[in-house]
């Protein structure tokens, strides 16, 4: 293309990225989202190929291409996270996360003096009527303890804010949660705005740290809307009110600290990461020595000190069981192994196909992180990887923890990240589950899903092997070249040259 058209054919794909979100928005708010599945799912897949777009735009156009000042291209990439976020923050009801709930309790039971990890939430007295929405009341909570410093830090906001709620009205939905069926309330309900504007602030956070480190790659700014710009990202943090954009943040500060030279400090902040959640761990193999050793000083004592408190590491422990053996819910591989070899037998085939899965989930990520290990890969380019291998073979996988696997995806220079751009798309499509019995996806919607995610993969990795191979003829050719060239005595090799 010409340079007019291209920059034309630009300004109409981030346009429409940016004012289509806006519009899908407003399509799903109120207690819209609740029975919009088709402007849900389809919003999210459409607005996907404005993203897809863009990556191809920016991977095939000079860097230099781009004639606004570096300045004005990250103000404007800020600004319209920002009012992303705060668009999702007001018109949507955060109806397709339960997750919320349990934030809030957790929260308020620590400003109580009360540990979440030895108290249930039905065992808890002063528990109010949002609080007792909470689903699988009877168990205490898994979140670790940086996850826990923030909603104790968001309850103690809200309380100094808002009134107490006393009541719930009744609902006038069918839907089997009480989350759900409170939210379709025709009254303005309780929507945790406090929650999730905290991590819509962790959103614009994110964003900056992650122009930053392109800034650091010398890498156009623009790559950052593949994420700050992305319809998951924005439905799924300031819209639904998931955390997981913390430990986002925090691994890319890792990242940072990594690349300006501060060692410890990235170790620091990836191991609070993985107090987020653990896939920050997958990253320690690929930070130096004096980063390692912070990680695993701090990851220790964010994890394990708050659990000494009233005994909680008992329940913790007793949580963790239960949610590593019997959670599953959209899967790939998990459900293929499951499905295939888990029926008959009164009920002993599935335990076995279940059992069999989570070692095969294992086992990938272990050869993903050896096959790094050997080639040397970079940390975002491990972490993108692993976290990508993770998902794929593990038993549950919600829209909202592709944020892991997409935040690598800008410092990847456009050479890989495009298997989770693809299913950031298709993932919308297990919005569905909320309406199984079972909460298990239809054979044909895991086609839908999976299919088209396997294909972008096997294309991904056949790019990375023909790059693997062409960088080792390169070097091959190299060495080649230095042992010929030192055949030839000082002077006649002085003055060849």
């Not at 777009?53 to 920002?82: F, M, N, Q, Y």
């Not at 923890?401 to 993932?427: D, H, K, M, Q």
Request: with cysteine.
């Amino acid at each position: 293309m010409t340079p007019r058209l291209r920059f034309a054919v630009w300004s109409v794909t981030a346009s429409l990225l940016l004012v289509g979100q806006f519009v899908w928005l407003l399509l799903l708010r109120g207690p819209r989202v609740l029975t919009s599945d088709a402007t849900l799912i389809g919003g999210q897949i459409l607005l996907t190929f404005p993203v897809l777009l863009i990556a191809l735009l920016l991977k095939t156009t000079p860097a230099d291409a781009i004639t606004l000042r570096r300045r004005t291209s990250e103000w404007i990439v800020l600004g319209g996270v920002a009012l992303l976020q705060l668009a999702a923050v007001a018109l949507l009801r955060p109806a397709l996360s339960e997750d919320l709930l349990r934030y809030r309790v957790d929260g308020r039971m620590w400003l109580s003096g009360v540990s979440p990890y030895a108290t249930a939430p039905r065992d808890w007295p002063e528990a109010d009527a949002v609080d007792s929405l909470a689903p699988f009341s009877h168990m205490r909570t898994i979140y670790p303890a940086v996850s826990q410093a923030t909603f104790a830090a968001a309850a103690a906001i809200e309380r100094a804010v808002m009134q107490p709620i006393d009541r719930i009205p009744p609902g006038t939905s069918n839907e089997r949660s009480p989350w759900r069926r409170y939210l379709a309330s025709p009254a303005t309900p309780y929507r945790a705005s406090v929650f999730r504007l905290i991590f819509a602030a962790a959103a614009v956070a994110m964003t900056a740290v992650l122009l930053r480190l392109l800034w650091a790659q010398g890498r156009s700014p623009w790559w950052a809307v593949l994420v700050a710009w992305h319809p998951l990202a924005t439905l799924e943090i300031g819209g639904m009110g998931h955390q997981d954009v913390l430990g986002v943040l925090l691994v890319l500060l890792g990242l940072y600290a990594l690349t300006t030279g501060r060692r410890a400090a990235s170790g620091v902040c990836l191991a609070l990461a993985a107090a987020v959640k653990p896939y920050a761990i997958f990253l320690l193999p690929f930070i130096p020595r004096r980063s390692a050793f912070a990680f695993i000083a701090v990851l220790l004592a964010a994890y394990f000190a708050p659990a000494l408190y009233q005994s909680g590491h008992v329940g913790w422990r007793a949580s963790a069981r239960i949610y590593s053996q019997s959670w599953e819910a959209n899967g790939s591989i998990y459900e293929v192994i499951q499905r295939t070899f888990g029926s008959g037998d009164e009920g002993r085939a599935s335990e076995r196909g279940k059992h069999m899965s989570r070692l095969l989930a294992a086992a990938t990520v272990l050869a993903t992180a050896l096959t790094a290990w050997r080639f040397r890969a970079a940390s975002a380019t491990a972490g993108y990887w692993i976290c990508l291998a993770a998902l794929l073979a593990s038993p549950v996988v919600y829209p909202w923890y592709l944020l892991w696997a997409l935040c690598f995806v800008p410092l990847l220079r456009g050479e890989a990240g495009w298997t989770a751009l693809v299913w950031s798309g298709t993932i919308g499509l297990s919005y569905v589950v909320w309406h199984q019995p079972m909460w298990r996806m239809t054979n044909s919607m895991l086609l839908a899903e999976y299919g088209v995610v396997y294909a972008a993969l096997a294309l991904e990795l056949a790019h990375a092997i023909r790059r693997t191979r062409a960088a080792a003829r390169r070097t091959t050719a190299d060495a080649t070249s230095d042992s010929q060239a030192s055949l030839f005595p000082p002077p006649l090799r002085g003055w060849s040259a």
